[in-house]
């Protein structure tokens, strides 16, 4: 048990402080412009952050795509079953389907990859990251607007940073000195800045229909758990791959679906309550997750 919680605490503690960080900074008043942040790791850290890990850690191009494959295997069950439980239980699944197929594989799951499994964990985790923003500014986007949003992925620097690491892994050539250094470094402010904008983001929020929130959090949790280890069980996958395949799938509701419901019109106050009472979840479950898959 001791040495358990001597690996555990490496882990998470540095996830909960910078989370705390932005929970508190926000509860003390101070400004925090969410909007400005959320832009700046979207559109600048996330691209650079992958661009620098799948080329620093050399990640075959093959494996790049495979892992994203893995994650719209996972996320897609999700969405298929979420959507039948949503709807055998009289819920609308437009508004709602988002939030119990997208998990929160960014502002959570790539910095518990990174101290659970370290470089090779976050490399692996990125590709999974990378497949739900896709899913964020296209499925997540349509669902809350009602609208057709594909055009949106063209806007998604991620994309291409990650076809830009494939075309060097593929050709097998390393990036020039000056773009790794270049991303390397603004790469580097994006697990940071995700983590305390996600504390930022859960003082803000406020839990309306504890009963929903509970249902829709816990369906979230349920099926993205389930979801890994089912696409684990299909495939023969290395055991690391496999534990962050199933640690990123089973991800609480990301905080975007919230962002998007606020800016659509949506169920705020549920979608809200859902990204809260996951996160609260989570903290309590991740020990026992990652004692699983870091065993």
Not at 38 to 47: A, D, E, F, K, N
Not at 220 to 236: H, K, M, P, T, Y
Not at 237 to 257: E, G, K
Request: hydrophobic share 60%.
């Amino acid at each position: 048990m001791i040495a358990l919680i001597e690996a555990l605490v490496p882990v998470l503690a540095p996830v909960f402080a910078a989370a705390g960080v932005g929970y508190v900074w926000a509860r003390s008043r101070h400004p925090f412009d969410l909007g400005f942040v959320t832009r700046l790791v979207t559109y600048v850290g996330s691209p650079c952050l992958v661009f620098s890990a799948l080329t620093k850690f050399h990640v075959p191009a093959g494996e790049i795509l495979g892992q994203a494959g893995l994650a719209f295997l996972a996320v897609f069950a999700c969405g298929l079953v979420g959507g039948l439980a949503l709807r055998l239980s009289g819920h609308a699944v437009r508004p709602f389907l988002p939030t119990v197929m997208l998990p929160n594989a960014g502002n959570l799951g790539l910095p518990i990859a990174y101290f659970a499994f370290g470089d090779e964990g976050l490399a692996l985790a990125l590709p999974f990251s990378a497949a739900m923003t896709m899913l964020q500014f296209t499925v997540g986007v349509s669902c809350a607007s009602g609208h057709s949003k594909w055009t949106e992925l063209l806007k998604t620097p991620t994309i291409y940073a990650i076809l830009l690491a494939i075309a060097f892994a593929a050709a097998d050539i390393e990036a020039p000195r000056w773009l790794a250094n270049a991303t390397e470094l603004l790469g580097g402010v994006t697990l940071p800045l995700m983590l305390i904008a996600l504390g930022v983001s859960l003082a803000s929020l406020r839990i309306a229909n504890l009963g929903l929130s509970l249902w829709l959090a816990g369906l979230r949790l349920a099926l993205g758990l389930a979801a890994g280890i089912g696409v684990v069980w299909l495939f023969d996958i290395p055991h690391q791959t496999a534990s962050v395949l199933i640690l990123q799938s089973a991800m609480p509701p990301a905080v975007f679906n919230y962002l998007f419901a606020a800016r659509y019109g949506g169920p705020v106050q549920e979608v809200a309550g859902a990204v809260v009472v996951g996160t609260l979840i989570s903290i309590a479950t991740l020990p026992v997750l990652l004692a699983v898959l870091m065993g």
